[in-house]
């Protein structure tokens, strides 16, 4: 069954249609096919994890349909628009938000700063603004600062909240990434492993704020995951990549026991034993061989 047709037939949150839909979605390097006609869909209201083999090419379908890389063959859309040949910043303002590296400037600038410039639609920005409607400027910027500190209590930053950015860890540098993708009030939230080099508590907290998220506000989640005990208790849907292509997709009981995941997984073990197996098995090879042909935009 084709994975558009799985969902068609599937139960639950596969049975809503999807907010997003990705067709044949190819990005190269050279001459290596990153990915590789990947076709996908995200089920409304879901938290759809993604997993694959390291170099199976989740994050950079990530980079592609966010508009950081430039596709070479495909479509995607977002509620029903085109993302692909979008610039990142409009994806963003359509709602579709993922999470990413930190920037240099950011760094240079408060975590405070850093949750203030994230947050959307502020009538202070202009001078018009600020002039004509002095009130719903100073409402909007208490609702955003109050939003701010709500966040960085969630997430356990309150007491880093005047450090720069740069100062902070490489764990509390992604809580603040997420904090701040938070501030852009998505509908759809892609998160490239988000749980990585967080300590068990805090991850525990993002994954409960995730289910909140989507059940109080209907957030939709994509994220990429290796931890098979957590992609398996927290995701309605797992998307399954290996070689650039999409070659799985169903609940999460369902790709537990699918034979092409399996092998798909080093050493023919579950994705369990995969996922820790695969860490160590394929190292990066970005840049190898002078093949580096392009940084995100
Ligand atoms: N900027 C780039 N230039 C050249 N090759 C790249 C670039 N980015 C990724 N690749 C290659 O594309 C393939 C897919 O990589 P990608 O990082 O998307 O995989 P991944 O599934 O996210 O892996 P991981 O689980 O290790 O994060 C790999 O072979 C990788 O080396
Ligand atoms: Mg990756």
Known sequence: MSSAAALAHGSGASSIAPI?????VVKKFGGINAVNEATMQVADG????LIGPNGAGKTTFFNVITGFYRADGGTATFEGRRVLGRPPYLIARMGMVRTFQITKALARM???DNMLLAAPHQPGESLSGVLLRPGASRRREREVASKAEELLEVFNLTKLTDQYAGTLSGGQRKLLELSRALMAEPRFLLLDEPMAGINPTL???????MQRLRS???VTFLFIEHDMEVVMNHSDRVVVMAQG????????HE????????????????PDDGAESSSA??????GEGGRVTERPR
């Open 46 to 49: 879901s938290i759809t994890a």
């Open 20 to 24: 997003f839909q990705a067709e044949g």
């Open 203 to 209: 991850g525990r907290r993002l994954l409960d704020h």
């Open 245 to 252: 292509t999409v070659i799985a997709d169903g609940e999460p």
């Open 110 to 112: 408060s975590v405070l």
């Open 281 to 286: 098995a394929t190292p990066r090879s970005h």
């Open 255 to 270: 790709i537990r026991s699918d034979q092409k995941v399996i092998d798909a997984y080093l050493g023919g073990g579950s």
């Open 216 to 218: 109080e506000d209907g």
